[in-house]
């Protein structure tokens, strides 16, 4: 086992590659009461077509990655595994994102036999055409509530006016229609694909031994067999630079509209990975925070005219095939507000970020670190994240302090192009 | 476990509660004002947070404040209202980086101290009252916030059941307000509001952090001056509603959704401030807490009616509110399902494993939540400030852990369903109950 110190923000880390594949990195947290782990597979709903070393090319159906998150809680026992946290006084879950998908508990209590009981579960998956079909019920009524949902329909408006091909743009739960094509042997497809310790990394984070945990781990893992590692291939559909849509609207039952905005990046500035990816984020997230975050003159204006209030923010996804910045919130007057952005962001793009600014929000960007390492979830879930990209989130600000003032004006002229800027907006019904 | 303890320290009538501790990368501060919560003072006391967060007498203008805090290594300040039974909570917050862990060293404390304290107690004034654009802003924002409720329509069923169930109770007011207050609130008349809450109602304020409680005291001390210091009122712990002659009803809503959002009201007749209050977690956790819970095995994991199917207890005004998102034709069957599970309570069909996962989850709730800096502040503030008594962590998890069946079975009994609550679509037969 590896020992991995950062001693600026006091943190020690310890890695070790099982001989399965498997990644396992623990973060001893003294003080803390609880434990928060998270088994997590590469592995998320833009996983749709892929190919396993010397077997043939599949797609399968829109949100199966998040069915099979659902589907495997169920047990042989018939019981489902949430019985068993709770009996070890456990909080378990699990989500399914873009890119991953993770499970994870926390517990103040019986750290060893719920972490035994999270490898188990996810190790052992029990699917029945019984207990498939009576999950599409369930999840059907989750695709509902998304459905009504007006700050999911608008962030998800805005993917989807801004990608052509990029499977980004399909929802992570799918759509009724397509779940209900799923079969068991359709899952257990993907579960044998993308499921195998070689694809996964396991975090704990909390008042934990390291030596002892490892060990446990080590045991509970050789204990098991698994398929030799195969490589998986998967595959994007090339995506062109243009937007799909430059402006997407949906009409909801809602009080006061929606309106996210942003830039997508063009083919040169995606499947970056490692320290530049990070550079692109954190610098990205500077150029947001500079121009309209809520220290910014164009921000205080837009507020002070009320085409905005405290629900405007801005935010940035970068991972495999895409990227892009979101910025918004709630506002009475959507119209209005695009055009000011394209009358002023533009001007204040051309002026540059200032030294001064630039420092102001590395400054703030650095404390916000800091509040997010008080965050066990934030950690485990943020560093699977970098790791699955070959970044390392520990490195957050040695890169945030590697950062010129250059590189984020740079930054600016690349990120702001004008051609690749989509809308999307949530209106009252008429 | 490691547990938590708070130090509390009067300056004048302000209570000051400070907890060092290690386990933090950052210093929490967070100020609690209670008012009485009345028609005539709400929209008010929603109103201050946002007007206090614009500007200080230093930094007059909010890009000065917000530049001041990014510069300050991004710390936060932030602000709010809720509702604790009759009552409503205005806090105000900010959280500072611990220069222990950043290359340059120096304390951030102090200057964390005076911009926490004048945010709070030195607005920055215009002609004797608050700023007029200000105030005028600030209006505009919060009728934003009223009239954006119906977008979340968790949220907005949640607020209409307890609109209809307590009609005519103070604690049917939202807490954000109400959007016909607003036309009569101006910059002066909200000002003098301010000085009147702020030199009469409770206040608390807390810090949480690697910090010495002398130095913390020390610090607010000198920013509580001696108007500061008067004596404050006192608001009375509200005690439950008995609701004996209440009879159950059905309200239903129309929007247009795709997915029926049911709420169920219950009176528990148990408060924080009860002895029973432990029994009454218990009987939530087995009831509809936890994914182990009646509720979510029998709606969503047998029936397969619902996502979500769960409860939770406003424990100062003693409600319990069950919550489902269904598919609209099945409201009856839903509705039926979760009766009987209210049934089942009553009569202690209660297992030893329920009971053994209940106790185990609870605990381990209870426990996590002093891992955040937060929430550890809530808790007290909850259970030993608002409870009208004193309840630490370990009392808590003590009684929970004695809290047997018939202990349950005896809250169970008290239990009522005064409200059914149903936000649907626009189709179908308008009287019809569907």
């Known amino acids: ?430 | 476990m490691s547990t938590i303890q708070f130090e509390t320290v009067s300056i004048g009538d302000v209570r000051v509660h400070v907890c060092s501790s290690e386990k933090f990368k950052t210093t929490a501060l967070l100020a609690f004002i209670a008012q009485e919560l009345k028609p005539e003072y709400v929209t008010k006391t929603a109103l201050l947070p946002s007007v206090l967060q614009r500007g200080t007498a230093s930094y007059p203008t909010t890009i000065e404040l917000r530049r001041k805090l990014d510069s300050f290594y991004g710390a936060t300040l932030f602000g709010d209202v809720f509702k604790r039974g009759e009552r409503h909570l205005i806090q105000i917050g900010m959280e500072i980086a611990n220069e222990r862990y950043l290359s340059e060293k120096k304390s951030l404390l102090d200057e964390g101290i005076n911009l926490f304290s004048e945010a709070l107690f030195s607005p920055h004034l215009e002609q004797g009252g608050f700023k007029a654009s200000y105030v005028e802003a600030e209006k505009k924002n919060l009728k934003q916030k009223i009239e954006s409720l119906q977008d979340d329509k968790i949220r907005y069923a949640s607020q209409r059941m307890v609109e209809e169930m307590c009609k005519g109770e103070p604690y049917a007011l939202f807490n954000h307000g109400r959007i016909e207050d607003l036309p009569q609130i101006d910059a002066q008349n909200l000002y003098t509001y301010y000085q009147e809450v702020i030199q009469t109602c409770p206040i608390d304020i807390y810090c949480v952090g690697n910090v010495s409680a002398d130095d913390v005291v020390k610090r607010l001390e000198r920013n509580i001056g001696d108007s500061l210091r008067q004596r404050r009122k006192t608001l009375a712990v509200p005690s439950a509603v008995h609701s004996a002659a209440r009879k159950e009803k059905t309200v239903i809503d129309r929007l247009n959704v795709k997915q029926g959002k049911l709420n169920l009201g219950c009176r528990t007749n148990v408060t924080i401030q009860d002895d029973d209050y432990p029994a009454l977690m218990m009987y939530n956790g087995i009831f509809g807490g936890f994914p182990h819970s009646k509720l979510f095995l029998n709606v969503r994991e047998k029936a397969s009616l619902a996502y979500y199917c769960s409860s939770r207890l406003e424990s100062h005004k003693g409600l319990l509110i069950i919550q489902s998102g269904i598919e609209i034709s099945n409201f009856e069957k839903a509705v039926d399902i979760i009766k009987k599970q209210l049934a089942a309570m009553q009569q202690g069909d209660i297992s030893d494993k329920e009971l053994d996962q209940t106790k185990a989850t609870l605990s381990n709730q209870l426990k996590e939540q002093q891992d955040r800096s937060f929430e550890l502040i809530h808790f007290h503030f909850n259970q030993s400030v608002l409870s009208g008594r004193e309840r630490t962590l370990e009392a808590l998890l003590h009684d929970l852990e004695q809290v047997r069946k018939e202990d349950i079975t005896r809250v169970a009994e008290k239990i009522q369903l005064e409200t059914i609550y149903f936000l649907r679509d626009q189709e179908g037969n308008a009287n019809a109950k569907n």
């Not at chain 1, 950062?6 to 001989?19: A, D, G, S, V």
């Open chain 1, 1 to 430: 086992m590896q020992k991995i110190e950062h001693r600026q923000i006091e943190e020690t880390l310890y890695y070790e590659k099982l001989p399965n594949g498997l990644q396992v990195y623990l973060l001893p947290k003294p003080g803390f009461n609880k434990t928060y782990a998270t088994f997590t597979t590469r592995y998320g709903s833009i996983d749709n077509t892929f190919q396993v070393q010397g077997q043939e090319k599949m797609s399968v159906p829109d949100g199966i990655a998040h069915f099979l998150e659902h589907k495997m809680f169920e047990q042989p026992s018939g019981e489902d595994v949430f019985q068993e946290f709770s009996r070890q006084g456990a909080s378990a879950n699990a989500f399914t994102s873009f890119t991953r998908t993770a499970y994870l508990f926390s517990c103040t209590d019986q750290v060893q036999k719920n972490l035994t009981t999270l490898l188990d579960f996810v190790q052992s998956p029990y699917f029945t055409d019984q207990n498939v079909e009576k999950e599409k019920g369930i999840i059907g009524q989750e695709i509902r509530m998304y459905d009504d949902n007006p700050d999911w329909r608008s962030y998800f408006g805005l993917i989807e006016a801004m990608y052509q091909q990029h499977p980004v743009k399909i929802d992570i739960a799918g759509t009724i229609e397509s779940i209900s094509k799923i079969t068991k042997e359709l899952l257990y497809t993907c579960y044998q694909t993308f499921y195998h310790p070689s694809n996964m990394l396991l975090f704990l984070v909390g008042p934990v031994d390291p030596e002892a945990t490892i060990e446990l781990i080590r045991e509970n893992q050789s204990a098991k067999t698994f398929d030799e590692i195969k490589e998986i291939h998967r595959f994007f559909p090339d995506e062109p630079d243009q937007v799909a849509e430059k402006v997407k609207e949906v009409e909801l039952s809602v009080g006061i509209s929606k309106c996210l905005f942003g830039f997508k990046e063009g083919k040169d500035a995606v499947n970056l990975t490692g320290e530049a990816l990070m550079k692109q984020e954190l610098a990205t997230q500077i150029v947001l925070e500079a121009l309209i975050g809520s220290s910014s003159e164009l921000y205080q204006s837009l507020y002070d005219d009320g085409l905005i209030d405290d629900s405007f923010g801005c935010d940035y996804s970068l991972d495999r095939g895409y990227g892009f910045s979101m910025i918004g919130g709630d506002t009475f007057d959507p119209d209005q507000l695009l055009q000011r952005i394209r009358d002023e962001l533009p001007k204040r793009a051309e002026q540059g970020i200032s030294p001064e600014t630039f420092e102001r929000i590395r400054k703030k960007k650095i404390g916000a670190n800091l509040r997010f390492l008080n965050s066990p979830e934030w950690i485990a879930n943020q560093f699977t994240n970098y790791r699955f990209n070959d970044a390392d989130l520990f490195k957050i600000i040695p890169v945030l302090e590697s950062l010129s003032v250059d590189d984020i004006n740079r930054r600016m002229q690349q990120h702001i192009d004008w051609n690749r800027f989509a809308v999307s907006i949530v209106r009252p019904h008429s």
